[in-house]
C-alpha cells in the first residue's frame, strides 16, 4: 500500500489577520486550538471577550456561529454583520465554548461602537507589523421606543406603595478610571422625582461617571440613563432617564420622612431581589452607628464621617430603602464597599433621609456646583479618654446629657492635604462645637457646615488641654470626579483623584496612572497604576494638557518622572508603540452626560 501524504506549511494555516470589535479580539479559530479540542479547524473565536462579549457572558475561547441570527463562518461574515449594527444595537449571539462544542448557547450583547473602534488587522510579512484599517462607520442608532410596564406584585401595603419607585440599576464601564474596583455592578434606585427622571442609588451600584447605565422598571422595561451626580462625601448618587420612554408606567417620586430615625421606630425595608421582585419586611430601628471604613488598598471613594441607621431585620435585596407606614424614605438601604482586603466586601445600612433630600434638592437648585465638605475625617473618643486629654467635667457633663446613649466626643482623624481644614486644625483635635452649637455627632457637623452657605464654620475645639475657637472654610469638591481621560502607551491617565491628599496625604500634583494594559508599553517598561507622572523628559507636568504636549513631540525613548503613594520619586523609561497601542482621549459632554472617544 503506497500513500501520498502532502505536506502543509503550517506558518500558510496559522490566523493572520484578526478584528478587534468592541474591545475583543477575533480571529480565525487556529490549528492548534481546534486540535487540542478535537473540532473542526474553522470558525471564528475570542481570544478576549471585550467590554461587549464579557458583560454578555463570553470569554476566550467562544467560538461564534450566528450573530443577530446570521452565520458567521469566517472573520470576513464576523466583520460584515458588526459593521451593519448600529451603536447600543441589541442583539443575539449563537455560539459554542471550543472545550465543550457540543453544547451551543446563546447570549445577547450590546454593541458599542462609541466606547472602542471596529479595526481589523492583518499581517504584514516583509516588516512583521500588523497594520489595521477602519471598519465601516455604523448605520445611525435607532431612537429607543417608549413602553409601559407594570409593577411587580407585594403583599403588603407599604410595599405597593414603595415598588412604584423602585428601579433595577445595572451599571457597566468599558475604562477602569478613578481606582473603581469592577467593569459590571447591580443595585436598587429608587425615583426621586418622576418629572425629572431622577434615580438615586448607593456608590457601589454607580461607583463612576464613565459607564453606561440602564435602569429597568417593573423587571420589564429598560432604559439607558446618564450619571448626573456623584456625591462627594456620601454613597449618593443620581442617575437621569427620560420620562417619556416608560409611557404610562405608574411611577411615583418617593418622599422623605421628617427628622432623624430613632432606635425602637418602626419601619419597613423594601426593596428589589436579583430577579426585580419586590421584598418587604417589617422591622424597628435598632441603633444609629458610625460607620468606619478601612483606607482601600487602591484609593477610591471611602464613606467619612456618618452615622448609618441599622435596623433589626432586613430582607435579602441588591437595596432599596427604610420605609414609615406612609411610604416615605427613612434611609436609603445603601451598600458599602470595603475595599481593604484583596477582595471587595459589602455590607448593607441605611443612609439618612435627611442626606439624600439634601444632595437631591442642591442638584435641583444649584447644578452640578461644587459641594462643601470639611475637608477632615471625624471619629469618637470616649469621655473618660477626653478627661484625660483636658476635657473639663462641665463639657463632659453637656456632652453626657446631649448624648446619653453615646457618651462620646468627636475627634479629628485625617485631614486633607492643602485643604482649610488642614491649615487650622490638627489630628487630636476635639470638635466641641460647631456654629455655635453643643455637637456629639457626625451629622451635627455637616449640618452647621450647610448652614454656613459658603462662608466659613466656627468650630470651638480642645487642642493641649485648651479650649480654642477657630474658623475654616468649607473644601469645595465637584459633583462628578474624573470628567476626562488620556490613554496614552496603553495606560489610562486622569488628574489626580482626591482620595490621594484624603487618603493617603500625598498633594494631587502631576497626571495620574489610574490603569494599564497588560503587554503594553507602560507594562512591559514599568510604569504602576497610582503613581504620579510629574516629569516627562526633564520637563513638569501639571495636567493632561502639558504631558500631551510632552509626548507628542517626543521621539524614541521618553524619560518619565513619578511618584507613588508614599511620595517616593522613580525614574523609568518607556519606548512608546502608537502603531499598537494608539493615543486617546474620552470626554464628558456636560450637557447631555455622555462620554465620547477622541482619537488623535
Known amino acids: 500500500l503506497e500513500l501520498t501524504i502532502p505536506v502543509e506549511n503550517l506558518h500558510s494555516i496559522t490566523p493572520d489577520t484578526y478584528l ?13 486550538r481546534a486540535r487540542t479540542y478535537n473540532v473542526p479547524a474553522s470558525g471564528v473565536t475570542l481570544a478576549t471577550g471585550g467590554y ?31 459593521e451593519g449594527l448600529p451603536d447600543g444595537a441589541r442583539v443575539p449571539v449563537r455560539w459554542f465554548d471550543v472545550e465543550d462544542p457540543a453544547r451551543e448557547r446563546v447570549s445577547v450583547i450590546d454593541w458599542d461602537r462609541a466606547w472602542t473602534p471596529l479595526l481589523r488587522c492583518t499581517r504584514e510579512d516583509i516588516h512583521g507589523t500588523w497594520p489595521c484599517e477602519p471598519g465601516a462607520a455604523p448605520p445611525p442608532s435607532t431612537p429607543p421606543v417608549p413602553a409601559t410596564a407594570g409593577l ?34 447591580r443595585g436598587t434606585g429608587v425615583v426621586v422625582d418622576a418629572e425629572r427622571g431622577w434615580v438615586v442609588v448607593d456608590r457601589d451600584t454607580t461607583p463612576i461617571s ?59 425595608h423594601v426593596g428589589l431581589d436579583s430577579s426585580h421582585q419586590v421584598v418587604a419586611r417589617k422591622t424597628r430601628v435598632s441603633r444609629q452607628n458610625p460607620l468606619y471604613l478601612p483606607v482601600p488598598t487602591t484609593p477610591f471613594f471611602r464613606e467619612v464621617n456618618l452615622d448609618v441607621i441599622d435596623p433589626e431585620a432586613a430582607a435579602t435585596s441588591t437595596g432599596g430603602v427604610l420605609a414609615d407606614r406612609r411610604g416615605h424614605m427613612v434611609a436609603l438601604w445603601a451598600s458599602f464597599v470595603d475595599l481593604s482586603g484583596e477582595r471587595p466586601d459589602a455590607w448593607f445600612h441605611g443612609m439618612p433621609a435627611s442626606l439624600v433630600e439634601d444632595a437631591v434638592d442642591k ?52 485631614l486633607t492635604v492643602d485643604s482649610p481644614a488642614a491649615k487650622v486644625l490638627r489630628v487630636g483635635d476635639l470638635v466641641l462645637e460647631a456654629g455655635g452649637e453643643l455637637v456629639t455627632r457626625f451629622g451635627e457637623v455637616e449640618s452647621a457646615l450647610m448652614d454656613a452657605s459658603g462662608g466659613e464654620l466656627a468650630l470651638t475645639i480642645l487642642r493641649n488641654g485648651a479650649e480654642q475657637q477657630v474658623s475654616l472654610a468649607p473644601q469645595m469638591v465637584p459633583g462628578l470626579g474624573v470628567t476626562r481621560v488620556v490613554s496614552w502607551a496603553g495606560s489610562l491617565l486622569h488628574e489626580p483623584p482626591r482620595w490621594l491628599p484624603e487618603q493617603r496625604g500625598v498633594p494631587p500634583i502631576g497626571v495620574y496612572v489610574t490603569w494599564y494594559w497588560y503587554g503594553s508599553p507602560a507594562a512591559r517598561y514599568g510604569m504602576r497604576a497610582s503613581a504620579r507622572i510629574t516629569e516627562i523628559n526633564g520637563v513638569a507636568v501639571h495636567n493632561l494638557d502639558e504631558l500631551l504636549a510632552a509626548v507628542d513631540g517626543a521621539e524614541g525613548t521618553v524619560r518619565i518622572t513619578t511618584l507613588d503613594l508614599k511620595n517616593r520619586e522613580r525614574a523609568i523609561t518607556l519606548k ?7 493615543t486617546f482621549e474620552l470626554l464628558r459632554d456636560d450637557t447631555t452626560g455622555q462620554w465620547r472617544r477622541v482619537d488623535r
Open 152 to 185: 411587580p406584585p407585594s403583599r403588603t401595603r407599604v410595599g405597593r406603595k414603595v415598588a412604584a419607585s423602585l428601579v433595577t440599576v445595572d451599571f457597566t464601564t468599558p475604562f477602569r478610571v478613578e481606582g473603581v474596583h469592577g467593569e459590571r455592578f
Open 576 to 582: 512608546p508603540d502608537l502603531e499598537a497601542w494608539p
Open 363 to 414: 442638584l435641583a437648585s444649584d447644578g452640578l456646583g461644587p459641594w462643601p465638605t470639611l475637608g477632615a475625617e471625624l471619629g469618637l473618643k470616649e469621655l473618660s479618654e477626653a478627661g484625660h486629654l483636658g476635657l473639663s467635667p462641665a463639657r463632659a457633663a453637656a456632652v453626657a446629657k446631649q448624648d446619653p446613649e453615646r457618651r462620646q466626643v468627636l475627634v479629628i482623624e485625617r
Open 20 to 32: 478587534e470589535a468592541g474591545g475583543a479580539i477575533l480571529h480565525p479559530l487556529s490549528y492548534q
Open 52 to 82: 461587549v462579549f464579557d458583560n454578555a457572558g463570553m470569554g476566550r475561547g467562544a467560538v461564534f456561529l450566528e450573530i443577530d441570527g446570521r452565520p458567521v463562518p469566517d472573520l470576513d461574515a464576523v466583520q460584515a454583520v458588526l
Open 210 to 268: 464613565m459607564g453606561d447605565v440602564t435602569i429597568t422598571f417593573g423587571g420589564a422595561v429598560e432604559v439607558p440613563a446618564t450619571v448626573t451626580f456623584l456625591h462627594p462625601a456620601h454613597n449618593i448618587a443620581v442617575l437621569s432617564y427620560d420620562p417619556a420612554l416608560i409611557g404610562d408606567t405608574p411611577v411615583r417620586s418617593m418622599g422623605f420622612t421628617k427628622g432623624p430615625a430613632e432606635p425602637g421606630d418602626r419601619v419597613w
